[in-house]
């Protein structure tokens, strides 16, 4: 592992240091070299965190040697350790911050960002393109819920991307969060951000080894609300069966062997008489 930010390797293109995330409208698709160049900013702000929270437990010797950051589990579960930093009213670094948000990322399709960066580049690329191609659905039916109709005009709300219960507060602590809302983790990178580059009163320079990573994630991932905003036909035509060559997302939560839950079954009762009553 050279240990060098992505554009900075001695294995990519020198081209490689211009590319810019993607910018709605003028891209209606996103390219392969995009998505590839999101999961490598995503997986190095991951490993730098990593090692930053090891160096951290490296000079207060405060933490077990076994512990590896923070993880985040495909259920949109998250743990992290109790290192010591003087950098966050949070007791941690900038950066180990922003990878806490990034992981928690919820890609409205059933898996945050964090799981697929642990499974490698292609699972980031998978959670991406599906983000892109299924998650207005979600928006758009959080939409119509809050909204009361189906409206063409129907307009999108950074609450429609969160997908969180109420009341999910009194369920998170220190080993749970849920899922974060695109909105919201956008939110926070911008902050740590504009922090990291004030000069005044600022210590913490964690984020200058993944200012580009970050700021490409950030790129993307306001494309990705961009993007979905501006998609509430086609999303709504997949919600309705009307779009044959995407079809419906029925975002599950039960996992590999549980049983639906109420919700799902019901939703997926719906699904198919919406189906059945199509072909009469």
Same mark, same amino acid.
């Given at each position: 592992?050279?240990?060098? =930010?992505?554009?900075?390797?001695?294995?990519?293109?020198?081209?490689?240091? !211009?590319?810019?995330?993607?910018?709605?409208?003028?891209?209606?698709?996103?390219?392969? +070299?995009?998505?590839?160049?999101?999961?490598?900013?995503?997986?190095?702000?991951?490993?730098?965190? %990593?090692?930053?929270?090891?160096?951290? +437990?490296?000079?207060?010797?405060?933490?077990?040697? $076994?512990?590896?950051?923070? $993880?985040?589990? &495909?259920?949109?579960?998250?743990?992290?350790?109790?290192?010591?930093?003087?950098?966050?009213?949070?007791?941690? %670094?900038?950066?180990?911050? @922003?990878?806490?948000? !990034?992981?928690?990322?919820? =890609?409205?399709?059933?898996?945050?960002?964090?799981?697929?960066?642990?499974?490698?580049?292609?699972? #980031?690329?998978?959670? *991406?393109?599906? #983000? !892109?191609?299924?998650?207005?659905?979600?928006?758009?039916?959080? @939409?119509?819920?809050?909204? =009361?109709?189906?409206?063409?005009?129907?307009?999108?709300?950074?609450?429609?991307?969160?997908?969180?219960?109420?009341?999910?507060?009194?369920?998170?602590?220190?080993?749970?969060? &849920?899922?974060?809302?695109? /909105?919201?983790?956008?939110?926070?990178?911008?902050? *740590?951000? @504009?922090?990291? #580059?004030? #000069?005044?009163?600022?210590?913490?320079?964690?984020?200058?080894?993944?200012? &580009? $990573?970050?700021?490409?994630?950030?790129?993307? *991932?306001?494309? @990705?609300?961009? +993007?979905?905003?501006?998609?509430?036909?086609?999303? +709504?035509?997949?919600?309705?069966?009307?779009? /044959?060559?995407?079809?419906?997302?029925?975002?599950? &939560?039960?996992?590999?062997?549980?049983?639906?839950?109420?919700?799902?079954?019901?939703?997926?009762?719906?699904?198919?008489? $919406?189906?059945?009553?199509?072909?009469?």
């Amino acid at each position: 592992w050279e240990n060098v =930010g992505v554009i900075e390797s001695r294995l990519v293109p020198a081209t490689s240091t !211009l590319i810019q995330p993607p910018s709605w409208p003028t891209d209606k698709h996103i390219t392969t +070299r995009d998505g590839f160049h999101f999961a490598a900013c995503a997986r190095r702000i991951g490993k730098m965190s %990593t090692q930053e929270r090891k160096a951290n +437990r490296s000079r207060v010797n405060t933490a077990s040697d $076994e512990e590896q950051g923070f $993880e985040v589990d &495909h259920d949109g579960n998250s743990s992290s350790n109790n290192g010591s930093s003087q950098q966050q009213g949070n007791g941690e %670094t900038a950066l180990v911050n @922003a990878w806490k948000v !990034l992981a928690c990322c919820d =890609g409205l399709c059933g898996s945050p960002l964090g799981a697929a960066v642990k499974q490698g580049n292609d699972w #980031t690329l998978t959670w *991406l393109c599906c #983000t !892109l191609t299924f998650g207005g659905q979600e928006v758009v039916s959080s @939409a119509e819920k809050r909204s =009361g109709t189906s409206s063409e005009q129907l307009t999108i709300a950074a609450s429609d991307f969160d997908s969180r219960p109420n009341g999910y507060q009194t369920e998170e602590n220190e080993m749970m969060v &849920h899922p974060k809302p695109i /909105p919201e983790v956008l939110a926070t990178l911008k902050k *740590l951000l @504009a922090q990291s #580059t004030s #000069t005044e009163g600022n210590s913490d320079t964690s984020l200058s080894a993944v200012k &580009h $990573e970050i700021s490409y994630c950030v790129g993307m *991932l306001e494309y @990705a609300v961009a +993007r979905l905003s501006a998609s509430v036909g086609p999303s +709504r035509q997949g919600l309705h069966f009307q779009d /044959p060559t995407v079809g419906h997302l029925l975002n599950l &939560h039960c996992g590999h062997n549980n049983q639906f839950s109420v919700g799902e079954r019901a939703e997926l009762t719906t699904l198919l008489e $919406e189906v059945m009553s199509s072909r009469r």
